[in-house]
């Protein structure tokens, strides 16, 4: 009886372990569980698919448009690397020239396809404009998306909450985009020939 007894305390004792508070770790491998593709409209699922297409492969650039707010990159090779293909991210540095700064970022949050921005120093830490983007609105394609600027970007570049990023694929998946404007006003244009990975 007495072994009864003590075995049912530490049965207890070990159900109650198990719902206990977290650690942080679990906790963000939780989170990851739930950061799906699944958790997109069909629309944003299909766009993400088409940039998995990309993983592994790297692709050179070419500016189409630069406005006069900012110096041209005419003179730059251009060069995106999709590298980081997972579920609910993909990470695509965009090399200019010797400048290894730039990271798209995108990404499942909140059920939404978001855009962000990563800039880095050459030592890895952030830049003081950074993680910058917004959330796919609900006009865009499997081969376009539009990313109106959040409120981040708002409070965090001067102007920047009259920015949308275009990004996408012609039909063919043969050239890549990236596109911004701000306030109705073109700001940039980088195209990407897909036809001819590096």
């Keep these: 009886m007495k072994h009864t007894g003590l075995i049912f305390i530490l049965l207890s004792a070990l159900v109650l372990s198990a719902c206990g508070p977290r650690?942080?770790?679990?906790?963000?491998?939780?989170?990851?569980?739930?950061?799906?593709?699944?958790?997109?409209?069909?629309?944003?699922?299909?766009?993400?698919?088409?940039l998995q297409g990309l993983c592994g492969k790297s692709f050179r650039g070419e500016q189409i448009f630069r406005s006069h707010h900012a110096?041209?990159?005419?003179?730059?090779?251009?060069v995106?690397?999709?590298?980081?293909?997972?579920?609910?991210?993909?990470?695509?540095?965009?090399?200019?020239?010797?400048?290894?700064?730039?990271?798209?970022?995108?990404?499942v949050e909140d059920g939404s396809l978001r855009l962000r921005h990563d800039h880095r120093h050459p030592d890895?830490?952030?830049?003081?404009?950074?993680?910058?983007?917004?959330?796919?609105?609900?006009?865009?394609?499997?081969?376009?998306?539009?990313?109106?600027?959040?409120?981040?970007?708002?409070?965090?570049?001067?102007?920047?909450?009259?920015?949308?990023?275009?990004?996408?694929?012609d039909e063919a998946l043969t050239r890549f985009t990236y596109r911004l404007e701000r306030d109705g006003e073109k700001r940039l244009r980088v195209d990407f020939d897909l036809t001819e990975p590096l």
């Design 23 to 50: 650690q942080q770790g679990e906790e963000e491998a939780a989170a990851g569980q739930l950061t799906t593709t699944g958790l997109l409209s069909e629309t944003h699922q299909e766009f993400f698919r088409n």
């Design 71 to 78: 110096p041209g990159w005419e003179e730059y090779e251009m």
């Design 80 to 107: 995106m690397h999709v590298e980081v293909c997972e579920e609910g991210r993909i990470l695509i540095p965009f090399h200019l020239g010797e400048d290894r700064s730039r990271t798209w970022m995108f990404l």
């Design 124 to 169: 890895g830490t952030p830049e003081d404009e950074s993680l910058y983007g917004g959330y796919a609105d609900d006009t865009g394609t499997a081969f376009v998306q539009h990313f109106p600027a959040d409120l981040y970007t708002a409070e965090l570049i001067d102007g920047g909450g009259g920015n949308i990023w275009t990004i996408g694929f």
